[in-house]
């Protein structure tokens, strides 16, 4: 849970670097809510209202932690419109979320491996 919260306390921090775990943490927990928000909506007859709420509330930050994913492997943020392509550009965008950092500092931070304190 305190990846997901890290994320949302830096809601529009495009710059700088997210490992692999901070990102991968973050999307389960946000499927996790999303499924949950789901039932909720399904039980009370809402018609997706909750999930929708969410999913706005929730876009900024995923945006913003997509990007300092794709920094991390090197890559530059508009990589995330390779999503709009159907199916290939959404599978090409989970290849770059499962890479490994890249190693020591790159043009867009340092490596978020080092410094991560337990």
């Not at 990102?23 to 809402?46: H, P, Q």
């Amino acid at each position: 849970m305190q990846w997901y919260l890290k994320v949302l306390k830096n809601y529009v921090g495009f710059q700088g670097r997210a490992s692999r775990q901070e990102y991968w943490m973050f999307v389960l927990v946000n499927v996790i809510i999303s499924i949950v928000l789901s039932i909720i909506d399904t039980m009370a007859d809402l018609s997706s209202v909750l999930t929708g709420i969410y999913s706005l509330l929730i876009l900024l930050p995923s945006l913003a932690v997509g990007v300092r994913r794709l920094h991390d492997t090197g890559r530059s943020g508009w990589w995330l419109l390779i999503s709009l392509i159907p199916l290939i550009g959404s599978i090409i965008l989970i290849v770059f979320a499962c890479q490994d950092s890249q190693e020591g500092d790159n043009q867009y931070g340092p490596n978020p491996k080092r410094s991560v304190s337990y």
